[in-house]
């Protein structure tokens, strides 16, 4: 599994044109472990499938030329942030809309990604229109499609 998000972040990222070094932390766990993130993090008490934590507030699709001060500089990387998704979740919703693990699970990982990158759907307008086109070249590049 672990091989499997790894692809599908750095595929991502490499269609988002993220050519420095980054790291992203990502923690897989389980409803009551998403809840109580959710609940503390957003105030929300429920599970979600995923969530995602930017370290930065970057535009989509325009990211900054000089990285420079963005870098840990214990690592050397730009700490992109942390997502989290639940396996528990990823099932059920994988049952339910008819596809494996492996794609709901590929689904999670990019849409985190975008969302460290700057991207929403919080509205219907065009920025969700550009999150789910992004989403939608990303997952064809990764043979993971609906």
């Known amino acids: 599994m672990s091989m499997h998000l790894s692809r599908c972040i ?10 420095f070094p980054c790291e992203i932390n990502v923690l897989v766990t389980d409803n009551p472990g998403i809840q109580a993130i959710n609940a503390a993090q957003r105030q ?3 599970p979600t499938d995923v969530l995602s934590f930017p370290m930065f507030s970057l535009t989509p699709g325009q990211l900054p030329e000089d990285v420079s001060d963005m870098l840990d500089p214990d690592t050397g990387r730009v700490p992109l942030g942390d997502m989290a998704i639940s396996l528990e979740r ?6 339910e ?10 689904y999670l990982a990019v849409h985190s990604v975008l969302h460290l990158l700057g991207y929403d759907h919080l509205d219907e307008g065009p ?5 789910r086109r992004q989403e939608e070249i990303i997952m064809a590049q990764l043979l993971l499609k609906r």
């Open 10 to 19: 750095t595929t991502a990222l490499r269609e988002e044109g993220v050519d």
């Open 44 to 46: 929300v008490d429920q």
């Open 90 to 95: 990823a099932m059920s919703q994988a049952e």
């Open 97 to 106: 809309y008819g596809h494996g693990i492996k794609r709901e699970l590929g």
């Open 127 to 131: 920025m969700k229109r550009q999150m």
